[in-house]
């Protein structure tokens, strides 16, 4: 496989990863019970620990299908 090709797919990955982050946040992804959030006077600390599996498992299941062709 070529360079080029590679990026493609990459930047294909990546468009695809924003939008479903950006559309995601509307139906409370991002926000779920497993995500870690940590409030103190001058700091806050965000780790979407619960929504990384679950972006995890569906990029999986889509990687497995592409590579099946």
Known sequence: MGVGRLLIIAGVILIVAGLLLSIGG????GRLPGDIVIRRNNFSFYFPLATSLILSVILTLAMWLF???
Do not use: I, T
């Not at 509307?26 to 992804?29: I, Q, S, T, V």
């Open 26 to 29: 509307r139906f409370g992804l």
């Open 67 to 69: 590579s099946k062709r």
